[in-house]
C-alpha cells in the first residue's frame, strides 16, 4: 500500500508529505505492534530520494528501534547508493550486538555503494561466526574488486560455509597474483589423512574460482585435478573448464585419450560444460568406448552440445547394452530436438527393459513434439509411411532400421533373463571404487523393486561414500525389505552412512525403526543426531516423546538438533511434552527459543497461548522470537472460536 502511493513518481518529484509521513511512520511507529516501520524503510528505498538517507541512517545506528528496521534501513540505503550511509553501515556491519540479518544487509549495501573504506571491515567481518555473514562479506568484497581483499579470500576458501562464495568472489577480482595463487592451492597435494578433508575444501573452491576468472593458465592445472582423490575437486574442475570454454577444448579432447583412471570421464563431462562443436566429433567417438560410463557420459555431453551431427550416434547408442547410457541418449536426442529422433525414441518409451530408459524416452518425445510446429505421428504411422517410400524405390535420408532388428538386438542385450540387473550386482564386484558407485546410482534410477536387494548389498561395500549411496537411495525406494539392513547400518564405523541410514528409516518410515533411532539420539556425531531427530519427526511414534524430551532439554545440544526434537514433540501432540517445551523458551541459545515459540502453533493450549503472550511481552526478548511466538499465536487464533487476545 505504501509503496503504491509513491512508486509512480520519480526519484525527487515525490511529495514531501508523502517522505515526511514515511519517515514518521519508519521512526516513530516502530515502537507499535505491525509492520508499517519495515514497509515505510523499504518504500523508501524503493523511491531512492537522498533526502531520506539521514532518517535512514538514524533507523541504521540507533540501538532503540527494533531489529526488523535497521535491517530494512541498510537494505534500503544500500538501493539508494549515498556514500554518506558508508560509515553508519561500516558501524552496524562491524557491531558485535548487531542481528546478523543487519551485518548482511550492510555488507550487502557496502557491496552496492562500492566505496574502498569498507574493503577493511568486510575483511574483518569473513571471520564473523554467522555463515550467511560470511557469505554476504565475501560476495560484497569480490563487488568492490579491492585487490587487498585477494589474501584474505584465499585464506576463506578453508571455509565449509563460505568458501565458495569466496572463491566466487577471487573471480570477480581476478589478476595474475590471484591465479598464481589458486593454481599453487589447487595443485598442493594432500599431507596427512586427518586434513585430507579439509584440503580438499579448499582445493575444490581453488577450482570454483578458477573457473570463475576464466584465465586459461589455469586449464591444465585443472585436467590435472580430475585424478585428485576427492570427487567434489573432479567435479570442481569438470565445471571450471567448461567456464573457461574454447581455450580448454583442446587439451580436454587431447585428455580423451588417457586410458585408465578419472581424466578420460571427467575430460568428456567438461567437453559437454564448454558446448563447444569442436568437441562432437571426439566424442561421438567416445560413444564407442568399452567403458560404460564413458560412453554414457559422452551422449549427456552430445546432448549438451545440442549439435545435429550427434543424431545418428545417438539413436545408435538406444541399442546399447547398458541401459544407463541408452537412457542418457534419449535424454540427450530430446535435448537435440531432431526429428529423426521420433521413431526410435518411440520405440524405446514402449519397449525398452529398464524403465529409466522408458522414462527418457518418453520426456525426450514430449520435448520434440511440444518444440516441433508438425503435428505428432504415431509409431505406426511412422512404419508405414517408411514402407510406402521404400516401395516406390525412394532412398530414405537416414538408413532405416526395423522394429524388429531393434526388437531382436535388446532381446540380445537382454539375454533373455529374468533379472536384468546382472551388469550391475557384477560391477558392484568391482575393484574399481567409480564402477561400484555407478553401480548403485544406475540400479536406483532403474526404479525397479528388484534393485533393493543389490542395493541392500551394498550397504557392506568397503567404501563408505557406496555405503551412504546405498543408504540414501534406499530411503528414497522406500522398500521395507532395507528398514533392518539400515537398523544394523545406525552401527557403521562412518558417521556420513550412519545419518543416511538414519534419514533413510525415517523416510521409508517403518514403525520398527522406531527404537533403534531412539538409541541413535546418543550417538556422538552431531549430524546422526541431527538427521536422526529428522527420522523421528517423519515416523511421528509416541515411543519417542521421553527421548526427543531430553534432547529438547539438553543445552549442550546442537541447536538444530533441539528445534527437530521441538519439531517431532510438537507433531506427536502428546500432552507430557508441553511443559518441556514451553520451559525451553528460556533456553540460552535464541535460535533454539525462535524454534520453540514456532513449533507451539501447533499445540492449542491454554498453557501455550500464556507462555506465548509472556514472550510478546519480553521487552528484553530479541525481535525474532518474538515475532515468531507472534506468528504462532495468531496461527492458533485462526483455529480457536474465541479471541485469544
Partial sequence: MLAALVMPAAAGEVDDLILDSLISTMLVAAYGPGNAPEKAAQTLGEIGDPRTVEPLIEALVHGRYRDSVRWNAAEALG??????????????????????????????????????????????????????????????????????????????????????????????????????????????????????????????????????????????????????????????????????????????????????????????????????????????????????????????????????????????????????????AAEALGDIGDLRAIEPLTYSAANDEAFAVREAATGALEKIQGESSIPYVSLEEIRNETQTVCSKGIEPSIPYVSLEEIRNETQTVSNGTDNPFKREIEALKNEDRSVRRQAVFDLWRSGDARAVDPLISALQDEDEGIRSDAAEYLGKIGDVRAVDPLIETLKDEDSDVRYHAAFALGSIGDPSAVDPLIEALKDEDYSVRFYTTMALNNLNDSRAVDALIEVLSDENEDSGVRINAARGLAKIGDEKAIDPLIATLEAEDYKVRKGVAECLRYIHDPWVIEALVDVINNDNEIEQVRQAAAESLQIIQCYSEDPIL
Fill in 79 to 328: 538501493k539508494i547508493g549515498d556514500p554518506r550511509a558508508v560509515e553508519p553501515l561500516i558501524e552496524a556491519l562491524t557491531n558485535k550486538y548487531s542481528h546478523p540479518m543487519t551485518k548482511r544487509n550492510s555488507a550487502m549495501a557496502l557491496s552496492k555503494i562500492g566505496d574502498p573504506r569498507a574493503v577493511d571491515p568486510l575483511i574483518e567481518t569473513l571471520n564473523d561466526r554467522d555463515y550467511n555473514v560470511r557469505q554476504c562479506a565475501a560476495e560484497a568484497l569480490g563487488d568492490i574488486g579491492d585487490p587487498r581483499a585477494v589474501d584474505p579470500l584465499i585464506e576463506a576458501l578453508k571455509d565449509s560455509k563460505s568458501g565458495t562464495h569466496a572463491a566466487v568472489a577471487l573471480g570477480k577480482i581476478g589478476g595474475q597474483r590471484t591465479v598464481d595463487l589458486l593454481i599453487y592451492m589447487l595443485t598442493t597435494p594432500p599431507t596427512h589423512a586427518p586434513a585430507r578433508k579439509y584440503e580438499a575444501l579448499v582445493r575444490r573452491n581453488a577450482a570454483v574460482a578458477l573457473g570463475e576468472i576464466g584465465d586459461p593458465r589455469a586449464v591444465d592445472p585443472l585436467i590435472v585435478a580430475f585424478e585428485d582423490e576427492d570427487s567434489s575437486v573432479q567435479f570442481s574442475a569438470a565445471e571450471a573448464l567448461g567456464k573457461i570454454g574454447e581455450p580448454a577444448v583442446d587439451p580436454l579432447i587431447a585428455a580423451l585419450q588417457v586410458e585408465g583412471g578419472w581424466t578420460r570421464i571427467y575430460a568428456v563431462r567438461a567437453l559437454g560444460y564448454t558446448g563447444d562443436e569442436k568437441a562432437v566429433s571426439p566424442l561421438i567417438e567416445v560413444l564407442k568406448a568399452d567403458f560404460f560410463v564413458n560412453r554414457r557420459d559422452a551422449a549427456a555431453a552430445l546432448g549438451e552440445i545440442g549439435d545435429p551431427r550427434a543424431v545418428d550416434p545417438l539413436i545408435e547408442a538406444l541399442r546399447d547394452e547398458e541401459y544407463g547410457v541408452r537412457a542418457c
